[in-house]
């Protein structure tokens, strides 16, 4: 009894070595018994594929539908026909577009008008009144200053090219004589315009000009022959530059660089209107740290900008016109008032300016540069003197390149469908399982799977009506429309022969035609809208009602509509219920697998038991004879 039991238990460990004891390949017995039962589950998987092949087919035209019916919504706007063009020309006959631009909107109408912008309309703004950074300045001189050949040069930089300054010769009894030789001198090395020579308590100064670039490094060094160097004499140094302030670096690191000295701590209002912002800062923040925070307060609504070109400080209201206007309080510091840091008057209030422009003898003004004015959209560039003509007429064109995009687009959608409705059913080609894949190459799968899916959607009802319906919207006349202009036929779009389905032609000289000799009759055939009475609906509004019911009822069929947090539609009902089908047999299948190899593990047992009784058996036969 003993080793019957010990057998049991090793058999019963390896449940999977099966055949250790008979040598029967159980494995191979089992997976083969399993085919056969496996060919119920596989086809539920199989159905459950051309279940989510449906669904899949469905919602791809249902975003073809969805497409379409974007492109209808326009369609049925009045809008998409209401279209205009115009052209500004000066007399010359060139065009008005540096001046301003027009662009008719569908309240415009055709027709011939004048324009001349007189003012453009300005924010308010305060600006420093000259550059806040200090000129290079250099020691006092003392006076006489004699100038003669040996000793009349120096050389100056200026944004990196260098040239030499030779002084006139001759004695030179005050700064203001001296001022006017160096100025004629610089002027003759570099050109005149571009380096200012000032005074400053009886020293000279250097500095960017007005009207040239401030953002430049103006740097003086000794002439080659320090002997015929007049640097010194002059009060400067080989090397001294000027460079403009660096609004990235704190206040307090580059003091000396202003101009004006803004002291330590700084507290300032700031009005756009009635409304006002209280800033305060010290001179550990940098001038951007204070222009962002200008910027960047939401209830003044001003921008706050350093001008590299010009060195100063701009502060203007985002808002324009006369009603705009902008003041600064300075409270503590020098940031803002007489001769302060930013050059910026306190308490001064200045105010925006209107546009101004006759249109068609008439003078019109506006709080903004952008405006609309007898349906068309105005974009004011800059004061002229002459008066422009400005021709608006309707934009056949571009009526005629939307109603091409929408026949393209209800083509390309009603082919589809056809498509499906139409497909060969190869109902010998099932979907396959992972068996049979594993017998295929990667193309004979493909091909395959080609044949499988085709044709489901074949015939399909709820299809097939709704490329009814619209085939049905598309030919049938608008009632209440005048006889000549009630159908698409009318205007040039026609539906080719029966076996094409459905598709559109256009003849675009036909629709054209129809634009130039009633485009509000071409409007109505698309747009017109009847609550009461579809048949005077127009083509587009019918359409776009059938659309709207189709997508609607392919979402309740396949899903997938927008926003669905959960598919609740027919097929994914379908498919659900199929996942429960296959897990209930998936478990059964996992059953019967255990009971076969149950039945071969007691078979093992029962052999083992029975080897174990007859080696006894012939032991103890094997003693007796003995």
């Known amino acids: 009894m003993a080793s019957s039991s010990s057998s049991s238990s090793y058999i019963s460990s390896t449940l999977r070595v099966s055949g250790l004891v008979s040598g029967i390949d159980v494995d191979s017995i089992v997976s083969n018994l399993m085919k056969a039962e496996r060919t119920k589950v596989d086809k539920l998987y199989q159905q459950k594929q051309l279940v989510e092949w449906q669904q899949e087919m469905y919602r791809d035209l249902n975003l073809k539908l969805k497409s379409l019916y974007d492109n209808v919504f326009n369609m049925k706007l009045q809008g998409t026909y209401l279209k205009y063009k115009a052209s500004g020309t000066l007399s010359s006959g060139t065009s008005a577009d540096v001046y301003f631009t027009a662009t008719p909107g569908s309240a415009a109408s055709s027709g011939d008008y004048t324009v001349q912008v007189k003012a453009l309309a300005t924010s308010a703004q305060l600006t420093s009144s000259n550059s806040i950074t200090k000129a290079l300045t250099g020691d006092a001189i003392t006076f006489p200053v004699t100038v003669d050949s ?97 609004i990235n670096s704190s206040i307090s690191s580059q003091i000396t660089k202003f101009k004006n000295n803004p002291g330590d701590q700084y507290k300032f209002t700031i009005y756009n209107g009635d409304k006002s912002a209280e800033f305060t800062f010290d001179s550990s923040a940098t001038i951007n740290d204070i222009l962002k925070a200008i910027s960047s307060n939401e209830n003044i609504n001003v921008t706050a900008t350093y001008d590299t070109l010009t060195d100063k400080i701009v502060i203007k209201t985002k808002d324009t016109g006369e009603s705009a206007s902008i003041k600064i309080e300075n409270t503590e510091g020098n940031l803002f008032g007489p001769s302060s840091a930013f050059n910026i008057a306190s308490g001064e209030i200045k105010k925006g300016t209107n546009s101004k422009i006759v249109f068609s003898d008439i003078t019109v003004e506006n709080q903004s540069n952008s405006f609309t004015l007898n349906g068309i959209q105005f974009n004011l560039k800059q004061v002229m003197t002459e008066t422009a003509t400005l021709k608006v007429e309707y934009d056949t064109d571009t009526v005629v390149e939307k109603i091409k995009s929408f026949i393209s687009q209800y083509n390309d959608t009603i082919s589809a469908i056809n498509e499906k409705l139409s497909e060969e059913r190869y109902y010998d080609y099932s979907p396959l399982t992972d068996a049979q894949k594993e017998e295929m190459t990667e193309k004979q799968i493909e091909a395959w799977e080609e044949k499988a899916k085709s044709g489901l959607l074949r015939s399909d009802t709820l299809l097939m009506g709704i490329i009814n319906k619209m085939r049905q919207a598309i030919y049938t006349p608008v009632s209440g429309l005048s006889s000549d202009m009630d159908t698409l036929s009318e205007i040039g779009i026609t539906t080719g022969t029966y ?41 587009a509004v019918k359409l776009y009602d059938i659309l709207k019911s189709g997508i609607d009822s392919i979402t309740d069929k396949a899903g997938g509509g927008d926003y669905q947090l959960y598919d609740n539609s027919t097929l994914g009902k379908t498919i659900r219920d199929l996942n429960d089908r296959i897990s209930d047999m998936e478990d059964h299948l996992k059953e019967v697998e255990e009971s076969y190899y149950d039945k071969f593990t007691q078979l093992e047992e029962a052999i083992a038991y029975y080897n174990q009784q007859s080696l006894w058996l012939s032991q103890q036969l094997g003693l007796g004879s003995s």
């Not at 006017?180 to 308590?201: C, F, I, M, N, Y």
């Not at 080989?238 to 403009?244: I, K, L, T, V």
């Not at 055939?525 to 009847?530: K, V």
């Open 150 to 246: 040996t000793k009349n040069k120096f050389v100056m930089s200026v944004g990196g090219v260098e040239k030499t300054v030779t002084v006139a010769e001759g004695t030179y009894n005050d700064i203001d004589s001296l001022k006017v030789a160096v100025q004629s001198a610089v002027d003759k090395a570099l050109g005149e315009g571009k380096v200012t020579v000032g005074t400053d308590s009886g020293s000279l100064t250097f500095s960017p000009a007005d009207g040239y670039n401030h953002n430049i490094t103006i740097t003086l060094k000794d002439y080659s022959d320090s002997a015929q160097s007049i640097l010194g004499a002059l009060g400067f140094s080989d090397g001294d530059s000027y460079s403009e302030i660096n």
């Open 499 to 539: 076996q094409e389905k459905g598709k559109l032609y256009l003849d675009e000289d036909k629709l054209k035609e129809a634009l130039a000799k009633d485009p509000e009759a071409v409007m109505k055939l698309f747009t017109a809208s009847d609550d009461s009475d579809s048949s005077k609906n127009g083509v």
